[in-house]
């Protein structure tokens, strides 16, 4: 497509303004990290990295990012299982209520989280009788990572012939069988994406994990918990620094695997280039 000058001057100064618009806050607090003041001023007068060695050294921080990191492989598995097998039940059968089904999966994403976290805190404490702990925080967790390796599978389960499995069985191969040799090496691009991705959202989730942690912290939480605190406000800019940066490697990782065209179905089908 041809485009003038102007149009595409246009073009990038609407990406920049669009890409300053989502990360100058982020650039802001990665220059308070090294602050060498405790109180926030900008600009600021000098640098160090005196902080970064406190909060890593400091036991609550990394008590609370090992809670993280638990929580979130947790709810990881627990997404990849069920929603691997609700995807599957979608792509590949016809039942009657099949879209309300795949709708009903998919609604926890869009609920508010603040509803999530109520209805979690009143089945645990008030139905079920259990103590507000990592599991619960897992659970909670869960509800809305599914949503996520959900779509990765059902979107590559419904780019993928379900011909190659027919064939398989047609040669006598048992579902087990099927499944590993000929349906898995095209769905593991999307496990992954779909399992980093899920990682992520509940590495920073704050709403839900704030009805369902009970004396847990996770690494969000500490941040708001500790934000309001003008002694601890330069480890919280630091903190805030490790979670942006370890919040964008999953995403990141799944951004390539997806976008990648020798693990695409198509190029799976097609074989390599002759």
């Given at each position: ?10 073009l ?88 309300a ?5 998919i609604?926890?994403?869009?609920l ?15 139905v ?13 967790h ?17 780019r ?11 040669l ?5 069988q ?52 003008p ?44």
């Amino acid at each position: 497509m041809h485009l003038s000058r102007g149009t595409r001057w246009a073009l990038r100064a609407g990406t920049a303004l669009t890409l300053a618009f989502l990360y100058a806050p982020l650039i802001v607090i990665a220059i308070y990290a090294f602050n060498d003041r405790r109180t926030a001023t900008w600009p600021p007068p000098g640098f160090t990295l005196d902080w970064f060695d406190k909060a890593f050294h400091n036991q609550g921080v990394r008590d609370a990012l090992w809670t993280s990191v638990q929580a979130g492989i947790g709810a990881t598995l627990i997404a990849l299982a069920l929603g691997t097998l609700a995807a599957f039940a979608v792509a590949r059968y016809r039942f009657f209520g099949r879209e309300a089904v795949s709708f009903l999966v998919i609604l926890p994403i869009a609920l508010p989280g603040i509803v999530t976290g109520m209805a979690m805190n009143s089945t645990f404490t008030q139905v079920l009788g259990v103590d507000l702990t990592l599991f619960t925080i897992i659970v909670g967790h869960a509800t809305f990572c599914i949503v996520v390796v959900y779509n990765n599978v059902v979107a590559r389960l419904r780019r993928t012939s379900a011909s190659f499995e027919e064939a398989s069985a047609d040669l006598g191969a048992h579902t087990w069988q099927t499944f590993w040799f000929v349906t898995f090496p095209q769905l593991r691009s999307a496990l992954v994406a779909g399992a980093l991705l899920a990682f992520a959202l509940s590495f920073d989730e704050v709403i839900v994990t704030t009805f369902t942690a009970g004396d847990r912290e996770t690494l969000p939480i500490w941040i708001l918990s500790n934000l309001s605190r003008p002694n601890q406000l330069p480890v919280v800019n630091v903190v805030g620094v490790v979670v942006i940066l370890l919040s964008i490697i999953p995403v990141y990782v799944a951004q390539r695997i997806t976008s990648d065209p020798v693990t695409s179905p198509g190029a799976v089908a097609a074989g390599p280039p002759p």
